[in-house]
């Protein structure tokens, strides 16, 4: 039973373009919300978190949205750059919990 | 300050073999946690040690285990290897125990690959 699901397995977007890149969660109990990245032969990087009492936190080029009646999350790269082509994991915490729990990814390819 | 590392970044064992792999977390931290990742399954959980004790367990079989040191190093043990294992195995050490707020910082993997 996936908790935290990426259902685009790739996106590919021009350069320069907005990415925009999907999760949706099952678990209502789910408060902190994070956003990896990973390039190959690497391990995940941490990218930009929201709390749940939060709809929006932005960082740069980087902006995460978060609908909870919804339980929706999503990652806003503007502009797009070749240098964001990588897998992007979505990962939610419980309240108070202490596992991480992981969607499967979606990898991002920016077209130059 | 040196990342988390991890060793050895590859290896190749049959089935029935055992293997253990090996973490050392960024210095200052004192929680590692394992994670298994294979192709559309994302990082799957599977410790966390904290203070050389284990703090919270995935759903894995008894054949997963793990200890973590007194200097914060964490090794990792799989026995009776079976194929459905072969899989990236990501470590990450963060500062305190994972929880909102406290980040973890994710090593480079060790590629385990079961014949």
């Known amino acids: 039973d996936q908790q935290v699901k990426q259902n685009s397995p790739s996106l590919s977007v021009q350069e320069g373009r907005i990415s925009i890149l999907n999760c949706d969660y099952t678990?209502?109990?789910?408060?902190?919300f994070l956003w990896y990245k990973k390039y190959p032969a690497e391990g995940p990087t941490f990218l930009i978190s929201?709390?749940?009492?939060?709809d929006k936190n932005e960082d740069g080029r980087f902006t995460v949205f978060l609908n909870k009646s919804a339980k929706h999350l999503s990652l806003h790269i503007v502009p797009s750059q070749p240098g964001d082509s990588a897998v992007y994991f979505c990962?939610?915490?419980?309240?108070?919990?202490?596992?991480?729990?992981f969607g499967a990814g979606t990898r991002l390819f920016v077209k130059a | 300050k040196a990342g988390v590392t991890q060793t050895p970044r590859y290896l190749i064992k049959t089935r029935g073999q055992q293997v253990t792999l090996s973490c050392s977390p960024i210095?200052?931290?004192?929680?590692v946690s394992w994670y298994q990742q294979t192709p559309g399954q994302g990082l799957q959980f599977l410790f966390e040690?904290?203070?050389?004790?284990?703090?919270n367990k995935g759903n894995f079989p008894g054949r997963f285990s793990g200890r973590q040191f007194s200097n914060s190093r964490s090794e990792m043990n799989v026995s009776t290897l079976e194929l459905g294992d072969s899989a990236l195995y990501l470590c990450?050490?963060?500062?305190?125990?994972?929880?909102?707020?406290?980040?973890?910082?994710f090593g480079p993997g060790t590629r385990l690959t079961v014949t």
């Open positions: 990450a050490s963060s500062l305190f125990v994972t929880g909102s707020g406290n980040e973890q910082y």
């Open positions: 678990n209502s109990m789910f408060d902190y």
């Open positions: 929201i709390s749940s009492i939060k």
């Open positions: 990962a939610a915490r419980e309240m108070g919990g202490f596992k991480t729990i």
């Open positions: 210095s200052g931290h004192r929680s």
């Open positions: 040690y904290f203070s050389e004790t284990q703090r």
